[in-house]
């Protein structure tokens, strides 16, 4: 059974209710990514982090990472908070990756009352691997490591990994209401992926040229989230987006503006709540982080 341990950020900020709330949510999520990809995972939480255990690591990383709210993921191993235990561990784990000359750094983390500090624990178990592995001479790199070793001290349990990957950060999917977005190229879904973001549930209204990045990419993000074809012209095209919005009761348009573009958007659609959270950014910009959002879905 692979551990996968969970890191997220912004929810901590959040007042006491309100982050229960939100880690409910978080929780949902990652239920219904594991679900939609045919397989099933059990969590476990504590102040700060929730804990996936399930039968495949890779699976279960590749899924996560797909999770709004999470900033970044590490598979982990899992063994009390026992001196030899943290050592023996640590050596086991480093051994595939410390290869000879490499440059590398021990990052200790500590929650709850121990007989050492963060700081001592990462220099002993430094100089535990500098002995074990001497004929490989390593090298002590805190600023610029090629290998990151992470021990994670939470109470009695020690959480061990070689590294992590990052998630989309941001707030969980339903915490921030509904809106619909036009899809209809890479500029318009990532219009939609900001609004997902920021916690909003994203019905989409696609075109011709955004159903590859709707289809393939968003809907990873989102596997209960509602897409549809538009119409043939603009005619249908807005009597899509109309039908959705209306329907959907949603609380805004999500719409690849430019800042001159605005008025005839803000006289066609009246009292409605307009985004466009790709106004500012160059075509190369909406690209760019676009191929980002592509890499973190796949």
């Not at 921030?176 to 916690?199: E, H, I, Q, T, Y």
Request: hydrophobic share 40%.
């Amino acid at each position: 059974m692979a551990v996968v341990l969970v890191r997220y950020g912004e929810l901590a900020l959040k007042s006491p209710p309100v982050r229960r709330e939100f880690e409910h949510a978080l929780s949902r999520n990652i239920l219904e990514q594991f679900v939609a990809a045919g397989t099933s995972c059990r969590l476990r939480s504590d102040r700060g982090h929730l804990y996936v255990e399930a039968e495949d690591g890779p699976v279960a990383m590749r899924l996560l990472k797909r999770v709004f709210g999470i900033t970044s993921v590490s598979e982990v191993r899992e063994v009390p908070t026992e001196r030899a235990a943290i050592r023996d561990a640590l050596i086991e784990l480093a051994a595939p990756v410390l290869v000879p000359g490499a440059r590398f750094a021990v990052r200790a983390r500590r929650t709850g009352q121990h007989p050492f500090t963060s700081q001592e624990l990462a220099r002993d178990l430094g100089g535990d691997l500098l002995e074990r592995f001497a004929d490989r001479r390593l090298v002590v790199d805190l600023t610029h490591p090629e290998v990151e070793l992470s021990v994670e001290v939470r109470d009695r349990r020690t959480y061990l990994s070689t590294g992590r990957q990052r998630g989309p950060g941001g707030l969980p999917l339903g915490v921030a209401g509904k809106v619909v977005a036009l899809v209809d190229g890479p500029r318009g879904a990532l219009g939609a992926f900001l609004m997902m973001k920021r916690g909003c549930r994203c019905a989409c209204v696609v075109t011709p040229d955004g159903a590859d990045a709707a289809e393939a990419v968003l809907a990873r993000f989102d596997p209960k989230g509602t897409r549809r074809r538009a119409g043939p012209d603009a005619a249908a095209l807005d009597v899509s987006l109309r039908e959705t919005v209306e329907g959907g009761h949603a609380d805004g348009i999500v719409l690849p503006l430019k800042v001159e573009d605005y008025p005839e958007a803000r006289a066609r659609w009246g009292d409605r709540v307009v985004f466009s959270p790709t106004v500012g950014l160059s075509d190369e910009e909406v690209a760019d982080r676009w191929h980002g959002v592509e890499a973190l879905a796949a």
